[in-house]
């Protein structure tokens, strides 16, 4: 169920600005951010499964989520929501990734009356079983190999005050390719402010802030021959491949999000995100929800726009929530645009206790 959060600190005199005004600056700014300074480094980093949105609420609304806070997986997108959640939260979001790629992501968070929000995440990618293949025998050799991912996260998201929260997350990170893996730790961390009297959010938050990595195992081991113009000496001594240290794709989001009531059973949710990646341009995504009743919602949304050479964009999804003896239950769906790769599907249910 969708609530507000009331105003009980006055705001500075440049805060006081009117809807339109507001609005209009907020608009400005994520248009003005996404054209900065923009290049390319795609492929530059490692841990890409980090980038997946989990939510399939927020990923029907554009991807547009650091102002969001309706939700444990919110935290995802900015950990400073755990901060706003009014009660304990948890969710399972299954998604349908391109190639058959499955992806797989758990929150759960418990609020505490004291300590604020104290959240648990896990995050799975896996290929399923792929044939191994080589230029001798491009049919497969009869080995069969598989790319596993995995994000083990803890966070805690409080309120300073009844306005402004902040969230810091702390995950740890395993990619591996058949024999070979490498481990890094990141650092997730933001903040959440509502600024005016009818509920205008505005968020930022920085994803991925953390080590560097590289790929180690028994693949890389090989033969070598240090000299193959001699004869006589050892052409075959044992070696290993030296893989390059990567950094992580670290991901800076601000955004906002601004709720309009249309009426006594309809509430509309826009929202607008910008990022600025540390691998790729910059770019804007767009959102909106329709409500009904508390009950039933209808989502659009276009994301990444501006990103260059991009391959996502027209986003679309809906979601049903219910109480049943006091504990609301949410299911959400979303389908998302991939251009010439098709599209992902997502679904996420959720328990609030």
Known sequence: MKTRIHQVISLPRALRRSRGETVALLFSL????????????????????????????VTAMGNAGTASYDEVE????????WGHLERSDAQFSHTMWLADITFNYAAIGVKTDAFGTIVLTLTSLNSGEIDVRTVDQP??????????????????????TDRFSAGLQVTYIQETIWHSSLTAFAVNFGALYQVSDDG???GASI?????????????????????????GDNSNLPGEAYSEEFALPILFRVGFAYPLTLGEDHLLWLTADAF?????????????????????????????LFEQD???????????????????LHF??????????????????????
Do not use: C
Not at 75 to 81: D, F, I, R, S
Not at 207 to 231: K, V
Not at 310 to 328: K, W
């Open 310 to 328: 991009s391959e996502v964009g027209l986003t679309l999804g809906a979601g049903l929530e219910y109480d049943i003896v006091g504990f609301p």
């Open 276 to 304: 600025h990646p540390s691998d790729n341009t910059e770019s804007v995504s767009f959102g909106l929800e329709w409500t009904f009743m508390n009950l039933l919602s209808l989502r659009a949304g276009y994301q990444r």
């Open 30 to 57: 994520l248009t003005v951010g996404a054209h900065a300074g923009a290049q390319s480094k795609t492929g530059t980093t490692v841990g890409q499964f980090l980038l997946i949105e989990p939510s399939a609420r």
């Open 207 to 231: 994803s991925n802030f953390g080590t560097r990595a590289r790929y180690e195992g028994t693949d890389l081991r090989i033969r070598f021959d240090n000299n193959p113009d001699t004869y």
């Open 332 to 353: 959400d769906y979303a389908w998302a645009d991939h251009g010439r790769l098709e599209s992902s599907q997502r679904l996420t249910f959720g328990v609030r206790f």
């Open 74 to 81: 919110s935290g995802y997108y900015n950990p400073a929501a």
């Open 139 to 160: 049919l497969g050799t009869g080995e069969r190999y598989e790319v596993s991912n995995t994000a083990i996260g803890i966070g805690y998201g409080f309120p300073l």
């Open 200 to 202: 205008l959010l505005i």
